[in-house]
């Protein structure tokens, strides 16, 4: 499962650094959101990847690790995604004031110079 | 009494929230009780913050002794696994630099920019809180949380005033500050995955205890944490995003922006001088070389784009760049005597670049009625029209109608000139002001060090204070001297006071230099004793049931 989930987070991020170095302005916002789900899952990730781990204490079962699964991760990715989330539709809303405003979808406002 | 004593360490997080809400509450409309909402917040926040600096000093070196002093539990849990809020030396004085920047970027925006937008004041209160936030927290993921509020409304407060070269700059600098964010989650998730705790306490406590075989992606969490720190804090080559950004946007905003890049740098200096003191084992003082050298890159490139930039705007920018760098190149040494002049550097370049912003807009505005005197205000896209024209409701109105917050002052030209000159001389360190004596407690620190990069910095703090104080002469010459018989630049008073207020706060400054710097040098000996930090935070207790109950009553 370790492999699945790292080569899932290597191409989400991979596709996203490239996405993000392009120069239209919704490709970047692509980019960014393909980044916020790579990182969200490595962060997902690093509590110790489990399969059918209890996630609240239980009577009778030991206390750690081998037995549950890290809820701290969970909350944390929680909390990313909804503030990820905020910050790309605040984006998106920048995004399309600058079409707007300059009639293209250049990052900068205007097309390169040949 | 006590009870709320108590609180004191969340009240300056609490009380901009509140305020925000109860604006967002109010609608669109009345502009004039949100205005005065912002500014009695404002106000009541530089209070508290002072109260907080002046209750951390009289604690004296003991500070932290007593229970539950300066350390807050806010969900009342135990330490490692509730939130925690810290108010230590540094954090009372960064508070205390947010207050003032903040009250006087509020004051200046009553003159006009309030007008510029709805949701300005709203927007303002959230910057705030998340600055107090933000230099308040103990805990590495509420960090993050509150640096996503204070982007979030920086991003707002950035495009204040709409017009392309904002909304440009507002895209560009969205975009590194999401990635910065992205980074800075990588590195919170490695090091949890590392230490198993947020606690940044904690964390350091477990540092010493991390395995060899983890200690590579340690390194690397830290390193990834420190990149998304250094971005914010404009570090060479992560600050191109920074003079255009500054110079779009509107004064009050970029006064504000000026304590943002300080956010980074507090960033590194607490999480930095907590996790890698000299004694912390195989990791002590990680990445402290690529602090002095980027920072002295920094610097270098600061002083050079001042001298290259021909907007006074981008050279304010520039100048800020430049006082980061410095910081970053002192921090990086670890030495508490050059911490401790870095230290008041950082409170005197604050108070300086925050002037020099707000003063920017007024130059410009004076030399624009040198070129059309008859359209100061034709809605432009630089400065759109909400001026002279139609005050808004409830404005004092002298005798002959004419609003009396717009009059223009007798000696505005002889105002302009002296707060550029002095800022010019707090910016380029020159005697007799705070940039000068901060300069001269680190160059004397540097002495100390005999390194090749103290000895560098020594050389590099000296030639850019030559560099910035040659390119504002130019602009001083260029603004002042060259220009003959224009008609004088209309100021309003609540335009000159906040300029005047942290002139002021300047000057009070260097007159105190002594218990100034004696406090920015306690505050650098603490910083060097994580343990006091460390011992303080995990002795917090939660508070019993029954005894909340009787405090209550």
């Known amino acids: 499962m370790e492999a699945v989930i790292s080569i899932a987070i290597g191409v989400m991020a991979g596709a996203g650094v490239w996405l993000l170095l392009r120069p239209r302005s919704f490709q970047v916002l692509i980019g960014l959101s393909l980044l916020s789900y790579a990182v969200n899952l490595f962060i997902f990730s690093v509590g110790s990847l489990s399969v059918d781990a209890e996630p ?52 900068d406002g205007q097309e390169e110079q040949p | 009494m006590t009870a709320l004593a108590q609180h004191a360490v969340v009240a300056p997080v609490l009380l901009p929230l509140a305020s925000a809400a109860l604006m967002l509450l109010m609608g669109e409309g009345r502009r004039g009780w949100k205005a005065l909402l912002n ?41 490692p696994y509730g939130i925690v809020l810290v108010a230590d030396r540094l954090s009372a004085l960064m508070a205390v630099l947010t207050g003032c920047a903040g009250l006087a970027a509020v004051l200046y925006s009553l003159a006009r920019w309030q007008h510029a937008g709805v949701y300005f004041h709203a927007l303002f209160q959230l910057q705030l809180m998340g600055l107090y936030g933000a230099f308040l927290t103990g805990d590495l993921f509420n960090l993050f949380v509150f640096f996503e509020v204070l982007l979030a409304a920086s991003y707002g407060l950035l495009l204040h005033g709409g017009g392309l070269p904002r909304v440009r700059a507002g895209l560009h600098y969205i975009a590194i500050n999401l990635v910065a964010s992205l980074l800075f989650l990588i590195g919170v998730a490695v090091l949890y995955g590392v230490t198993g705790t947020l606690n940044m306490a904690d964390i350091a406590a477990k540092l010493p205890l991390v395995p060899a075989s983890d200690r590579g992606l340690l390194h690397a969490g830290a390193a990834l944490l420190g990149i998304a720190f250094l971005a914010k804090a404009a570090l060479w080559p992560l600050n191109f995003w920074l003079p255009p950004a500054y110079a779009a946007a509107s004064a009050p ?80 040494f ?60 409830g404005t004092n109105l002298d005798d002959d109608e004419v609003a009396l917050t717009g009059r223009a002052i007798p000696a505005a030209l002889a105002f302009l000139g002296l ?31 005999r390194s090749p990069a103290a000895w560098t910095l020594f050389a590099l703090l000296i030639a850019s204070g030559l560099l910035s104080a040659m390119a504002l002469m130019r602009v001083g010459i260029r603004h002042f001297w060259s220009p003959q018989d224009r008609p004088p630049p209309r100021l309003r008073v609540a335009e000159t006071l906040p300029i005047a207020a942290l002139l002021m706060a300047s000057l009070a400054l260097v007159i105190q230099a002594e218990p100034a710097l004696s406090y920015t040098r306690a505050t650098a000996e603490a910083l060097h004793q994580p343990a006091r930090y460390i011992d303080a935070v995990m002795a917090a207790r939660p508070v019993a049931r029954a005894a909340a109950r009787e405090a209550a009553r």
Not at chain 1, 63 to 76: I, K, T
Not at chain 2, 72 to 78: C, F, K, S
């Open chain 2, 39 to 79: 500014l009695v917040s404002t106000a009541a926040g530089l209070a508290l913050a002072v109260a907080l600096l002046l209750r951390v000093q009289a604690e004296g070196p003991a500070a932290f002794s007593a229970p539950g002093s300066g350390v807050y539990l806010p969900g009342n849990w135990p330490v």
């Open chain 2, 419 to 449: 707060a550029f000159m002095l800022c010019a001389m707090l910016v380029a360190g020159l005697p007799p002001l705070t940039g000068f004596v901060a300069k001269l407690a680190m160059l004397m620190a540097l002495l100390d060090l």
């Open chain 1, 56 to 107: 609240i204490v239980r009577p009778g079962l030991p206390a750690d690790l081998a037995h549950y699964s890290d809820p701290m991760p969970q909350s944390l990715v929680l909390t990313a995604i909804v503030i990820g989330f905020a910050t790309t539709a605040l984006f998106l809303v920048v995004l399309l004031a600058l079409r707007g405003l300059s009639g293209g979808d250049h990052v």
């Open chain 2, 334 to 393: 670890d030495d508490p005597q050059l911490t401790g002049g870095a230290l008041y550097y950082l409170a005197s370049s604050t108070l300086a670049g925050c002037a020099l912003f707000l003063l920017v807009e007024l130059l410009e505005r004076a030399r624009e009625v040198e070129h059309e005197p008859a359209a100061i205000d034709d809605g432009r896209p630089a400065l759109p029209d909400f001026g002279d024209a139609d005050p808004p409701a």
């Open chain 2, 253 to 332: 905003a970029a006064a504000v922006f000026a304590v943002l890049t300080k956010v980074g740098v507090y960033a590194v200096l607490r999480l930095w001088t907590l996790c890698f003191p000299a004694g912390a084992g195989p990791s002590a003082g990680f990445g402290g070389s690529v602090l002095v050298w980027g920072g002295l890159a920094t610097l270098a490139f600061g002083a050079i784009g001042m001298l290259a930039s021909q907007r006074l705007a981008r050279l304010a920018g520039y100048s800020v760049i430049a006082s980061s760098g410095t910081l970053i190149a002192a921090i990086g």
